[in-house]
């Protein structure tokens, strides 16, 4: 799985958008990038995944760059359980079923 | 629809006993991976299993760890004379068979305390 950059730490304020960047610059032409968080003291969980196109679901946007070379995450409006560490991954499902290798993500602080 | 199951949540032992720590994937899932996270740290990968099978376990210690799913019954992580720095969360996934997005389900992990 190719390498994600994500920066250590960031910090927003309840109910304003956040955007989490990642870089990802020796992405290939099948990887998929994927987003997940892992909340306090729990599994981590799916949060979206897109492959060029821009995606959109309940829980967040995925902007894609057209390289593909960075991505970023937007929760349109955080909130306190939106507190959690995002991990930006890449993974290629044409090969099937993989392994997900996590990095460090990026450690969100909500203020309230 | 019950998610990914794991048991027991929390669990001590001392130095030298073993720990067997249960892993039930989502139903109809066939794929399961075990993940463990040592304190502050990230997720490491340890084993990718599918029925009867271990199809990669390039992240398991070469030693006292071993990993099953039997074609009935949970999956099952298997850590012999167990030492301190085995103290660590133990998450499990699963995923089906085929799978359009790709999305691992994780239980809420297994909390190993050696003393």
């Known amino acids: 799985d190719a390498k994600t950059t994500q920066p250590n730490s960031m910090e927003s304020n309840e109910e304003e958008p956040v955007h989490l960047p990642c870089n990802h610059s020796t992405i290939s032409g099948t990887d998929y990038i994927h987003w997940y968080r892992q909340l306090p003291s729990q599994g981590p969980e799916y949060v979206i995944h897109g492959l060029t196109s821009n995606v959109n679901n309940r829980m967040a946007s995925l902007a894609i760059a057209e390289d593909r070379k960075s991505s970023t995450l937007i929760l349109h409006r955080a909130t306190l359980r939106d507190a959690a560490v995002y991990y930006c991954?890449?993974?290629?499902?044409?090969?099937?079923?993989?392994?997900?290798?996590f990095g460090q993500g990026t450690r969100l602080t909500i203020n309230p | 629809n019950a998610g990914v199951m794991q048991n027991p949540r929390h669990l001590v032992r001392r130095r030298g006993q073993e720990a067997r720590l249960r892993c039930s994937p989502v139903?109809?899932?066939?794929?399961v991976y075990w993940y463990r996270q040592l304190p502050e740290e990230g997720l490491k990968f340890m084993v990718y299993?599918?029925?009867?099978?271990?199809?990669?376990e390039s992240g398991m210690p070469k030693e006292r760890f071993s990993a099953e799913f039997p074609k009935e019954g949970p999956s099952i992580l298997r850590i012999q004379q167990v030492v301190r720095g085995d103290s660590a969360a133990y998450f499990c996934?699963?995923?089906?068979?085929?799978?359009?997005?790709?999305?691992?389900?994780f239980g809420e992990g297994s909390r190993l305390t050696v003393l």
């Open positions: 139903k109809g899932h066939s794929h």
């Open positions: 991954i890449l993974r290629d499902l044409i090969q099937g079923a993989q392994k997900l290798v």
């Open positions: 996934a699963s995923s089906p068979w085929e799978s359009n997005t790709g999305e691992l389900f």
């Open positions: 299993l599918q029925k009867e099978n271990i199809i990669d």
